[in-house]
């Protein structure tokens, strides 16, 4: 009888050991769950931020295209400022050229007049108006040379400054662009 009591002692001594293993294992797989929980959370929330890191990537782009789109308006406007200035220079060393033929005509023509001048002089009131009318004419050519040069050099001013303008907010938009993908880069 003792025997029996002892084997049957022994038998439940064996479930409840039995049962606080399984409940021990219930106690960390319980907690396991707890920490899978935990971690999906944290999954969702780096998910969310994931998503939302896109979306920015996606709207960088999109401005990074814009902005080539400029970049590219702007270099050509760039570019036809460049081939204006250089027809407008050539177009200046030019009028500067045949400026500078007139005014060498006008004053062979002045001397010459001087020269007939001289001899017309003395001998016939109505010549010596026409040679101051040619003087006249002479001075009026001479003045208008000077007035159509200052006219050039103004404009060709003028283009420069359009030019050195446009430079500066090429260089400018270029750098805050480089900035802004530098940044994106970095996101």
Known sequence: NIAAQKRRLEGAEGKLREAK??????????????????????LEQEVGRCKEASRGVKAARSCIA??????LQMETAREHLKHQHTR???RLGRLEKQ???????ALVE???QMIE????????????????ENLELAKTLEQGM??????????VTATKNKYAQLCSVVDGYLNGLQTAVAAGNGA
């Open 99 to 105: 400026a500078a033929l007139r005014r060498e005509a």
């Open 66 to 71: 814009s902005n080539e789109t400029d970049i």
């Open 117 to 132: 001048k001289e001899a017309v002089e003395s001998s016939n009131g109505v010549e010596k108006k026409k040679l101051e």
């Open 21 to 42: 293993s399984r409940a021990s294992c219930v106690q960390r797989a319980d907690a396991d769950v707890q920490k899978v929980v935990q971690q999906m959370g944290e």
């Open 88 to 90: 407008l220079t050539e």
């Open 110 to 112: 002045l001397e010459e």
């Open 146 to 155: 000077k007035d159509m040069r200052a006219r050039h050099e103004r404009d």
